[in-house]
């Protein structure tokens, strides 16, 4: 038998890794301690299978939004303010569905990628199509409905219902002088 400070972990497809001594999806891990020559038995590892959040994305005449781009991101409360980090992000396929898996068990807002936000480069650019929205189709943060989903939670009917709105590039020049600047900017 091993002896020492140990971390015992397990893992498995479809669930968050499990450590030893935790009783909840966040909980810190615990060590194991075994002496030289100690045996243990009945050693118990718990998981949490993972969730999943899903829906459908139209346009305003009902029809499917092919490709277009969904993420899970997780919320987190940083220094007293609610934070909406990056998320798994997944495709809608040819009847408008996504289906975000894997996801760890916590709070999350669910955001329709608005394509005007992609880089010129990237697949599904467009300078025209929709906003960035916010579960329940809403461009602020603010409004926007927070999931909390358990261990091996299936939330679906989470749609978006999009309204195709023109996508504007704004570009120039600044000219003048910034305080402290030794000379102008051009």
Known sequence: ???GHLLLTSSQAGYMNGYYGIRSPHAANQWFDLTDGERATGVVIQMWKNAVVSGTVTDANHEPVVGASVMAAPVQIVG???????????KTDDRGV?????????QFAVVLMSPAN????SPGFSASGYPTLFYPDTTSTANASLLTLGGGEERSGIDFHVTHHSAFSVSGAFTGRVAGASRPLQ
């Open 118 to 121: 992609l880089t010129p480069t």
């Open 1 to 3: 038998a091993l002896a």
């Open 80 to 90: 007293g303010r609610t934070a909406i980090g990056a998320g798994r992000q997944v």
């Open 98 to 106: 996504y289906r975000a898996a894997d996801l760890t068990p916590g």
